[in-house]
């Protein structure tokens, strides 16, 4: 069961849709600190409120969170004195453009560096 105000985790989207009302505190958090928050917490007091794939990998790849299924929640606003962990995605131009060659024998370019943080968002009022 889940908690009343459990912790959500949140992409640079979803937060935008959890922040309708209210006064908030934003906080950069390291990755340390984001795996810490996240293990605090029981399985069934976390919502995952994204659905990018690639978001998973960074959680459980990169932070080396063991793996849990969270339930997918679209939330539309947060409650005063909820937490919301957001993993936010910053992209810039690649100013090298090497090509590579797949497994399949395509030629790909990159075009793009994709980058990931983490910021603690709480309600406030």
Do not use: W
Not at 83 to 94: A, C
């Amino acid at each position: 069961m889940t908690s009343i105000d459990p912790l959500l985790l949140l992409d640079n989207t979803s937060m935008m849709s959890v922040m309708n009302k209210g006064v908030f505190r934003c906080t950069d958090v390291t990755f340390e600190e984001a795996k810490a928050i996240m293990e605090v917490h029981q399985q069934e007091d976390i919502l995952q409120c994204f659905s990018n794939l690639d978001l998973e990998d960074v959680i459980y790849d990169y932070l080396r969170i063991e793996k849990r299924e969270f339930t997918h929640k679209r939330v539309r606003d947060m409650r005063v004195g909820q937490d919301g962990l957001v993993f936010k995605l910053y992209t810039t131009k690649s100013e090298t453009q090497p090509v590579i060659v797949t497994d399949k024998g395509n030629e790909a370019k990159k075009i793009q560096n994709v980058y990931v943080y983490c910021q603690l968002v709480s309600r406030i009022e």
